[in-house]
């Protein structure tokens, strides 16, 4: 198994594709990457877990890219970093992962957001063309704004560099999509317990390391914002460039009443 992070889910299109009861329909380089990790890991059950999740928002692509995202990452974490199989999660590995997650290391970190999977073919897309992992590809990454990337091509100099910082609204995603995920997983009778449920402090999180340039609105507020006014507006509120590709996600996000 790599020891770097790889996509292993497909963009929406493609997902609605795959065959649910086996993984023939998945690219080659998931099944290898799942089949090269240790028997202890459980990669493949886990797999199958998220899927199955996912693809219970597979419904609208902005709710499916939104919750692939953060399960994505909690999937690779277990993998790589905890190295333990995702249904056998607890509450301190779910505070590890929030802590990854302010803190993620620099080679899971990209410069700007890039495709997952690149096509091998000709100009016309086929159904028989194969698709390869994106090298460039990682599971957090920084949006450089257009005038910036603009004013480094112009000025043959490199981007400026800056720390990843979480902006608060998604580390509130990131509590509900994985909660959302560990509440499927105890109704398939997968695991019996929620780690990120068990988490007491969630506010903690939103407080270190996070992008506080706006008062912090809890997710019921965000969703009436979006659902009320332009992204063009709330994004630059409540969002940082960041999480600008996953703001208007927030409105299909669950919210605790």
Not at 75 to 100: H, T
Not at 209 to 220: E, H, I, S, V
Request: aromatic share 10%; charged share 25%; with cysteine.
């Amino acid at each position: 198994m790599s020891p770097h992070p790889q996509p292993l889910f497909e963009t929406f299109d493609r997902f609605h594709e795959l065959n649910f009861l086996h993984l023939n329909g998945e690219l080659p380089a998931v099944r290898n990457f799942l089949q090269g990790c240790t028997d202890e890991l459980q990669a493949v059950e886990g797999y199958r877990a998220v899927r199955g999740f996912l693809k219970s928002y597979a419904g609208n692509e902005a709710t499916f890219n939104s919750y692939r995202t953060h399960i994505e990452r909690l999937l690779l974490w277990s993998l790589l970093v905890a190295g333990k199989p995702l249904v056998e999660l607890r509450r301190r590995d779910a505070e590890a992962f929030m802590e990854f997650c302010l803190n993620p290391p620099a080679d899971w970190i990209g410069l700007v957001v890039k495709s997952r999977f690149l096509r091998v073919g000709g100009r016309k897309k086929l159904d028989t063309d194969t698709y390869t992992v994106n090298l460039q590809w990682r599971p957090f990454s920084h949006t450089v704004a257009k005038r910036e990337r603009k004013i480094a091509e112009e000025a043959v100099a490199a981007l400026p560099s800056r720390p990843y910082r979480m902006s608060q609204g998604s580390v509130a995603q990131v509590f509900a999509v994985c909660g959302s995920f560990f509440q499927h997983a105890i109704d398939e009778g997968l695991t019996e317990v929620n780690p990120f449920r068990a988490v007491k402090q969630k506010s903690i999180y939103k407080q270190r390391n996070t992008l506080d340039d706006a008062p912090y609105r809890d997710m019921k507020d965000l969703q009436a914002d979006l659902r009320h006014n332009s992204l063009s507006t709330t994004q630059n509120t409540y969002y940082n460039t960041l999480d600008e590709q996953r703001a208007h996600s927030v409105k299909s996000l669950p919210v605790r009443r």
